[in-house]
């Protein structure tokens, strides 16, 4: 377990699912040679509702391999977002979860996001077989309805942009900004460089890395991953979120 005066690297993989999983095989090579199992997947129960994450499949097999491996497993929203695109095919039970906009947990009322909680967290302990460390919402967005539900299903872990908390006990468990990239449009991408190179050596005592699918079509954006790993790893330790609540 890493020491309390340690400073701590935090590296996390977005939106795991079955249609990322090419992507998500790329993060795992450029992250793991700098942290190695200490990594949290964050995981998408059906992405977009039309990536299913199937028990028994090859790609639920994997994740529970993760889980073995010592990864941690959070819960990532359950459809993401809402694509009304996809929606012909919806049935009841998905047209219920559905919501529209990016932050999947943003607008829904606290039974609605009960329900979704609930439902994404059986299914991926099903899969792997053990507990979830925690839940984080898609684009780190949480509405009232969403943090009320994380309080009642006593979700150990969250985190929103600039906060480490945990919903089940109340205590902010770390403070300070995630470094992500963006690459929706190029002056997204760009800033994102350049708040990486500002970020990666900031004073803070716990670092957070955050990665998505798409990151690796961006050559620029594996180039920057790389370099503030490599950066944040020479004067940290590789640390996993749960690490927090024994601190
Ligand atoms: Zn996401």
């Known amino acids: 377990m890493p020491s309390l005066h340690r400073r701590f690297l935090l590296a996390s993989i977005h939106d795991v699912?079955?249609?990322?999983?090419?992507?998500?095989?790329?993060?795992l090579d450029l992250l793991e040679p700098h942290v190695g199992d200490r990594l949290a997947m964050l995981v998408v129960p059906n992405h977009w509702g039309s990536s299913p994450i199937i028990p028994g499949s090859p790609f639920a097999t994997r994740l529970r391999g993760w889980a073995d491996r010592g990864m941690e497993i959070f819960l990532h929203g359950y459809f993401h977002r809402d694509d009304s695109g996809h929606s012909e095919a919806a049935d009841r039970l998905r047209a219920r979860?559905?919501?529209?906009?990016?932050?999947?947990?943003?607008?829904?009322?606290?039974?609605?996001?009960?329900?979704?909680?609930?439902?994404?967290?059986?299914?991926?302990?099903?899969?792997?077989?053990?507990?979830?460390?925690?839940?984080?919402?898609?684009?780190?967005?949480?509405?009232?309805?969403?943090?009320?539900?994380?309080?009642?299903?006593?979700?150990?872990i969250s985190e929103d942009h600039l906060r480490i908390w945990s919903p089940a006990s109340g205590r902010i468990l770390a403070r300070g900004p995630v470094i992500t990239w963006a690459s929706r449009t190029r002056l997204r991408l760009a800033s994102s460089l350049a708040a990486a190179v500002a970020l990666r050596?900031?004073?803070?005592?716990?670092l957070r890395v955050g990665v998505h699918p798409p990151d690796v079509h961006h050559p620029a954006l594996v180039r920057s991953i790389a370099e503030t790993l490599s950066v944040a790893g020479g004067s940290r330790e590789p640390a996993r979120y749960s690490d927090l609540l024994a601190a």
């Open 201 to 206: 050596r900031l004073p803070l005592r716990v």
């Open 97 to 156: 979860f559905m919501t529209a906009g990016e932050g999947e947990f943003l607008g829904l009322s606290g039974s609605e996001a009960l329900t979704r909680v609930r439902e994404g967290r059986s299914l991926i302990e099903g899969v792997i077989g053990r507990p979830i460390d925690g839940f984080v919402a898609p684009a780190w967005l949480y509405g009232e309805g969403a943090l009320e539900a994380l309080g009642k299903s006593a979700i150990s």
């Open 17 to 27: 699912s079955p249609r990322f999983e090419g992507e998500v095989d790329r993060l």
